[in-house]
């Protein structure tokens, strides 16, 4: 069964930076490409940022672009998303993803879910 925690969400003040990490379990961690999603209060849940299996390319939702970073540590089955010059707007519980097939990719081909961690950015 896979498992996903998301941790190192919590409160920031406009332009600062936080660290989320996803540990995932359950399976061969390296096989699969991992993504991060978030949802803010009132709105439909969106996509963040993916990478591949190797880590080797990633995708990134334009409002991130150039502020956030998705990397991957396949030793340690855990995937991270590192947050720079954070908005207001980005204020939302942001999830860790995984698609259920070793080949998929792309923004729509996420089918496990961990449970959420709220990052909160105060102006």
């Known amino acids: 069964q896979v498992q996903l925690v998301e941790s190192g969400g919590g409160l920031v003040q406009a332009g600062g930076s936080l660290r989320l990490s996803c540990a995932a379990s359950g399976r061969t961690f390296s096989n699969y490409a991992m993504g991060w999603f978030r949802q803010a209060p009132g709105k439909e849940r969106e996509f963040v940022a993916a990478i591949t299996r190797g880590g080797g390319n990633t995708d990134y939702a334009d409002s991130v672009k150039g502020r956030f970073t998705i990397s991957r540590d396949n030793a340690k089955s855990t995937v991270y998303l590192k947050m720079d010059r954070l908005k207001p707007e980005d204020t939302a519980v942001y999830y860790c993803?995984?698609?259920?097939?070793?080949?998929?990719?792309?923004?729509?081909?996420?089918?496990?879910w961990g449970q959420g961690t709220q990052v909160t950015v105060s102006s």
């Open positions: 993803a995984a698609p259920k097939v070793s080949w998929a990719w792309g923004r729509q081909n996420f089918d496990y």
